[in-house]
Each structure stands twice: as C-alpha cells, then as structure tokens.
T-cell receptor, first 116, second 108 residues
Framework: NAGVTQTPKFRVLKTGQSMTLLCAQDMNHEYMYWYRQDPGMGLRLIHYSVGEGTTAKGEVPDGYNVSRLKKQNFLLGLESAAPSQTSVYFC???????????????FGAGTRLSVL | AQRVTQPEKLLSVFKGAPVELKCNYSYSGSPELFWYVQYSRQRLQLLLRHISRESIKGFTADLNKGETSFHLKKPFAQEEDSAMYYCALSDNTDKLIFGTGTRLQVFP
C-alpha cells in the first residue's frame, strides 16, 4: 500500500520554466491538498480539492495551477517558475466527507524544488 | 482570522527532561486541534487530536479554551522524540491551518 506518492522527489528549474508535480493516492480519498513548506513559515496551503473535478484556492495560490481529473491524482503546475517558488512541496489526502475523518491528512514524502 | 501560533522555533532538552511545545490559536468558533509530527526522513503524520483525548508515544495535549491553547506535553523526553512538530486547527471548513512548527531536539 503506497499511500500518497509524489513525483518527482527533486527538481531544479531555471526561472521561467514550467513543470508539473504529480500526487497520486491509492486510498480512495476524496480530499487532496498541496502545501509548500518554507523555513519559519510552516506549512501553507496552495490549492486543494474536495473531489474529482473540483479545485479551490488555499492561502498562497498565486503562480500555481492545479487539476483533479481523476480521483486518485492531483497535479500542481508551475507555468513560469520564479525563485520565490523554491520550496519543499507536500501533497496530502484525507478521507470522505465525515467530519471525523477529513482532518486526518496523509502526506507524501515531498518534492524539493529549486528555481535558479 | 483563524491563526495558529507556535512561539518556539526550536526547543532543546536533555533526555528524561519534561517537554512542553506551545500552541495557541485564534478562532471564534468551536475548534478542533491537532498535533502533526515529522521525524527525520519520514513523512508528516498525525500524532494526536484533542477530541480523542489519548496519549500517543507518551505525549498528551489538552485543549484550554479559556487560554486558547493546545500545548503538547511529555513528562520524560526520549531521543527518538526529536522531530518537527506542527500544531493545526480545523475551522470546520475543508482544510487545516498549520502553525509554523517547533523543532524539538532531545540530547542524550
């Protein structure tokens, strides 16, 4: 049982380049999230999804786009990378609409992105 | 606005000493609070939640609505407790609000 899988694990980009981070979960979870983790800033929510075909903005959505075409996958895109997007990105998922379950988030291992 | 504050970036203790990681929140409704932990080279994972009122790995946390706090405590720290700890708040929407985290270092 892989849980939440993020690809790639590491990436170096030049300013202006684009890339897509993939998050895949095999737990049939409804909710999925993308966070960035920066020193002294903690975890900040970029975008999230409450189900297939839905997305919503989080705290820091600018410069990112997301898609949830399949329930198990949540893609995070950077159209034109900037040095300020250098960070560690985490994907998470959680269970269904039950209030008890939805706040237990399961995290991926992270993607370390450097934008030069 | 909802906010979670963890005032200490780093907390260093010796093995066997008591530990208290502070967490304060601001939320006008009835909050649900969590502690998540990230051990070295491992994924972030749920440690405990206030509604469960349980002790995990010797850690406990009590919700104090009067002081708007949810401090994490352990009477005797172990070296394996060294990790990054995040306090999180659910404001009854579809997401969690995380604090900035406290790194706990337990020296032998």
């Amino acid at each position: 049982n892989a849980g939440v899988t993020q690809t790639p694990k590491f990436r170096v980009l030049k300013t202006g380049q684009s890339m897509t981070l993939l998050c895949a979960q095999d737990m049939n979870h409804e909710y999925m999230y993308w966070y960035r983790q920066d020193p002294g800033m903690g975890l900040r929510l970029i975008h999230y999804s409450v189900g297939e075909g839905t997305t919503a903005k989080g705290e820091v959505p600018d410069g990112y786009n997301v898609s949830r075409l399949k329930k198990q996958n949540f893609l995070l895109g950077l159209e034109s990378a900037a040095p300020s997007q250098t960070s560690v990105y985490f994907c998470a998922s959680s269970r269904t609409l039950s209030d008890w379950a939805k706040n237990i988030q399961y995290f991926g291992a992270g993607t370390r992105l450097s934008v030069l | 606005a909802q906010r979670v504050t963890q005032p200490e970036k780093l907390l260093s203790v010796f093995k066997g000493a008591p530990v208290e990681l502070k967490c304060n929140y601001s939320y006008s409704g009835s909050p649900e609070l969590f502690w998540y932990v990230q051990y070295s080279r491992q994924r972030l994972q749920l440690l405990l939640r206030h509604i469960s009122r349980e002790s995990i790995k010797g850690f406990t946390a009590d919700l104090n609505k009067g002081e708007t706090s949810f401090h994490l405590k352990k009477p005797f720290a172990q070296e394996e407790d060294s990790a990054m700890y995040y306090c999180a708040l659910s404001d009854n929407t579809d997401k969690l609000i995380f604090g900035t985290g406290t790194r706990l270092q337990v020296f032998p």
